[in-house]
């Protein structure tokens, strides 16, 4: 599958956990591709993964960040919880619907608080 291109210009790419932002999230931005993702994947543990993701400096996306997404939103649904998906721009929205991402999740504007379902931080992947 080609890469997401949204026309969206950004800086550099990565996924970080935002500890800054009004609510514990993990920030997509940029190009996200499979080394970002490996990248990801080993510099932060899966029982530190935030129910919430901002995917709105998404620039482009490839089947390993779709394949991060729809894990993620397997982990929130075994606690009970849903993904929360921050303003993603519109081509990944269609991907989203189209890979399923949406049965598993929800889109939220940036200043909504998170939802109080959830996985417990001392939960496991």
Same mark, same amino acid.
């Given at each position: !599958?080609? @890469? +997401? /291109? $949204?026309?969206?210009? #950004? @800086?550099?790419?990565?996924? $970080?956990l935002?500890?800054?932002?009004?609510?514990?999230?993990?920030?997509?931005?940029?190009?996200?591709?499979? /080394? &970002? &993702?490996?990248?990801?994947?080993?510099? &932060?543990?899966?029982?530190?993964?935030?129910?919430?993701?901002?995917?709105?400096?998404?620039?482009?996306?490839?089947?390993? #960040?779709?394949? +991060?997404l729809?894990?993620?939103?397997?982990?929130?649904?075994?606690?009970?919880g849903?993904?929360?998906?921050?303003?993603?721009?519109?081509? +990944?929205?269609?991907? !989203?619907?189209?890979?399923?991402l $949406?049965?598993?999740?929800?889109? &939220?504007?940036?200043?909504?608080?998170?939802?109080?379902?959830?996985?417990?931080?001392?939960? $496991?992947?």
């Amino acid at each position: !599958m080609p @890469p +997401l /291109d $949204t026309g969206r210009a #950004a @800086p550099s790419s990565a996924i $970080t956990l935002a500890e800054d932002a009004p609510v514990r999230q993990l920030r997509f931005t940029g190009d996200i591709g499979k /080394d &970002v &993702v490996r990248e990801f994947r080993l510099s &932060v543990r899966p029982a530190s993964w935030p129910s919430r993701v901002d995917l709105s400096e998404v620039r482009s996306m490839d089947s390993a #960040a779709l394949e +991060l997404l729809l894990h993620l939103a397997r982990k929130q649904k075994r606690f009970g919880g849903e993904l929360e998906v921050v303003e993603p721009v519109a081509p +990944l929205r269609r991907l !989203m619907e189209q890979s399923g991402l $949406t049965r598993v999740s929800h889109w &939220v504007v940036t200043d909504a608080p998170p939802s109080s379902a959830g996985p417990s931080p001392a939960a $496991t992947a």
